[in-house]
């Protein structure tokens, strides 16, 4: 048995090792930008041009070309320009004290060279195009509120490298470098598998002693949420040649295999034994965390990246969640994952284990959330997960924790 950090260690480098043999040498493919997000570049995005590709106004005002003995005279407004204009007149500049009105994002023109705002003028005349002073007091620098050409970047720099997970910021640098259609990895192919003779199908009426098959359900609809979805969906019953033929095609076809349930110590649990004798390598089985610890994870004959998760409810969701999700989605656990404070005292789990518990989100009206416990109903009750906003990780200690105690929070989304 193994932590929850050396659980995460071993998934990390399987993760990485497996991408590499089965999902990042395959044929990549073309996406359209809006539908990039979260896709992985094959490609490095070099600058087309320079950014700005001219130097852009950056404050609506008038400009002026510097000269100290300018700043106590009358400006007078020759002419304006502004943003998209392709600049083609030649410059109506002839006196020391001429001033062109500029408009946020035009191309500046020579001889002009400094911008001033126009909350810092005021106007004192309306001859002709009208005229300004500068208020009393106010310094006026060289080359202010002006947005320099390449000063973001230079035309041919490498802006982007192959491998990066694309995020909103990084669409608005492909879109203003031209590239309206991406090159991408391919996504993994999924595959679902739950066990148990107890599970039946959503839209079928279960016997006394039957229940509806929800794990692999929830699971699906949070792989969709992100983009991702399962080439192969299965159930099998207990029984080793139907759960040997269901894991078999699961191989054959996907990169990564996601089981639900059969990964414990009973008569009937015979995920792992299956997996061996189909050439599966056991990477860990049992993490030292509540609910969860009959975790299976390991890879394929070809590189394959299989978890097999307890079948509780409770377990199956917080162990993918937590060990599945944030490998399968790289973006996922930087983005969604936050420190936060305990509103109130926490016990952890008995000695040497993590424990995971449900926690609602609880706005004080200032500084960040905090975080309010559920109530810990056992590992089969799902019903206890609904007025939760994701779930906190409580590391092993001796003692509990004082409210106000830093933990790791994992939103449900």
């Not at 000063?151 to 590239?179: E, F, K, M």
């Not at 070809?302 to 377990?315: C, E, T, Y």
């Not at 509990?400 to 105690?405: C, F, N």
Request: charged share 15%; aromatic share 8%.
């Amino acid at each position: 048995m193994i932590s929850v950090a050396e659980a995460d260690a071993v998934i990390s480098k399987a993760v990485k090792e497996s991408y590499a043999e089965r999902v990042y040498v395959q044929p990549y493919q073309k996406v359209s930008l809006e539908s990039s997000l979260g896709r992985t570049m094959t490609e490095d995005l070099l600058a087309d041009r320079d950014q700005p590709p001219f130097d852009r106004v950056a404050m609506d005002g008038l400009s002026i070309k510097f000269d100290p003995a300018v700043l106590d005279q009358t400006l007078n407004k020759v002419a304006y320009l502004q943003a998209g204009s392709p600049n083609i007149f030649g410059s109506p500049w002839t006196q020391a004290n001429d001033a062109l009105e500029v408009m946020t994002g035009a191309a500046l023109i020579e001889p002009w060279n400094t911008i001033i705002p126009w909350e810092d003028l005021d106007q004192v005349g309306t001859d002709n195009l009208g005229s300004w002073r500068i208020k009393a007091g106010l310094r006026v620098r060289e080359d202010q509120h002006i947005h320099h050409r390449a000063s973001d970047y230079a035309a041919g720099q490498n802006l982007l490298q192959s491998g990066t997970t694309i995020g909103p910021a990084h669409i608005h640098l492909l879109a203003s470098n031209g590239v309206s259609n991406v090159s991408v990895y391919r996504q993994p192919q999924i595959a679902l598998v739950s066990t148990g003779d107890e599970l039946v199908a959503v839209e079928d009426t279960p016997l006394p002693h039957q229940i509806r098959r929800s794990n692999l359900i929830a699971i699906a609809a949070a792989l969709h949420r992100l983009g991702l979805t399962s080439k192969y969906n299965a159930h099998a019953i207990d029984e080793r040649e139907d759960l040997h033929t269901k894991l078999a095609l699961a191989l054959q076809t996907c990169d990564i295999v996601i089981v639900s349930g059969a990964v414990s110590m009973g008569s009937f649990d015979l995920v792992p034994s299956i997996l061996q004798e189909l050439g599966c390598s056991c990477l860990f089985h049992k993490i030292a965390q509540k609910p969860g610890k009959p975790l299976w994870f390991g890879k394929g004959p070809h590189g394959q990246l299989i978890f097999a998760l307890p079948g509780n409810p409770v377990s199956s969701l917080v162990c993918f969640r937590r060990l599945v999700l944030p490998w399968i989605c790289p973006a996922l656990n930087a983005a969604n994952m936050l420190h936060l404070p305990l509103a109130e005292d926490c016990n952890p789990a008995h000695s040497g284990f993590t424990r995971f518990a449900p926690a609602c989100l609880v706005d004080q009206g200032f500084g960040p959330s905090q975080l309010s416990l559920g109530k810990a109903q056992g590992s089969g009750n799902f019903f206890s997960l609904i007025p939760s906003d994701g779930i906190v990780e409580i590391p092993p200690n001796d003692k509990p924790y004082p409210a106000g105690s830093v933990v790791r929070f994992f939103p449900w989304y």
